[in-house]
């Protein structure tokens, strides 16, 4: 459980990395601050944990769907939708029908779970 802890831990940092680098690029060729990624509101938002209900994992795809409640950060409401994983392991953690606690972030156009605990 550890190692998963710290995988995660890195895969995030990782995934904060290379979000850093898309938006420093993003402002360079735009002029302007403009990117919603790089406003340190934004950062807050995204520590704030959303309750979903798992309905279906896909592992050789790398993807999730989910029943999920309003996410704030992206302007999406409640629904039931499919998202990438940011660490494919994660999904051996899920199964149809837990219940989890997860956030989410647009990356590279694609929905995807940055961050992800059974909810308890
Ligand atoms: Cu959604």
Redesign the pocket.
């Known amino acids: 459980m550890k190692a998963l802890i710290t995988a995660s831990l890195i895969a995030f940092s990782t995934l904060g990395a290379v979000s850093a680098q898309a938006a420093s690029d993003h402002a360079g060729h735009a002029g302007h601050a403009g990117h919603a990624m790089a406003s340190p509101s934004a950062a807050s938002a995204e520590m704030q944990m959303i309750d979903a209900q798992v309905k279906k994992v896909d592992k050789a795809a790398g993807k999730v769907t989910?029943s999920?409640g309003p996410?704030t950060n992206?302007n999406?409401?409640?629904?039931?939708?499919v998202?990438k994983v940011s660490n494919v392991a994660w999904l051996d953690q899920m199964k149809t029908g837990d219940k989890i606690r997860f956030m989410?972030e647009n990356v590279n156009g694609a929905?995807t779970v940055v961050h992800f605990e059974p909810a308890k």
Do not use: F, Q, V
Request: glycine share 0%; aromatic share 0%.
């Open positions: 989910l999920h996410l992206l999406m409401p409640a629904m039931t939708m998202l989410a929905i």
